[in-house]
C-alpha cells in the first residue's frame, strides 16, 4: 500500500537527514520528535516503512524505541535537539510537515 503523500514527504525527509541510516541512539528521541507533530498510527506507519528497508536488528530497534516513546513519554532534551538539529541540517522542516 502507497504512503500518503504527506507521510512519504516525513520518510524521505528522514532519509535525507539519514542518508547512513538512523542510529540505534536516535530512534527514542527521533521517534519522540515525530509523535509531537503526527499522530501515534501516522508514526507507526513511518516506522514500519523505515523497518522495511531495515535489517532485522535495526528494525527490531526501531520497533522498541516506538514502543518506549508511546509507554515512557519524551527522552530528555538535549537529544531531542540533537536529532532535530540533524534533521533541520538534512531540509526536514521545523514546521510540521503539510497535509496534502
Known sequence: MALPEFLSKVVDWLRAGYPEGVPEHDYIPLFALLGSQLTNDEVTIIGDELTFSADPQSADAIKKAIAAVSSRGKPNDADIARV??????????????PRS
Open 84 to 97: 532535530r538539529a540533524h534533521l533541520a541540517a538534512g531540509g526536514w522542516p521545523l514546521a510540521a510537515p
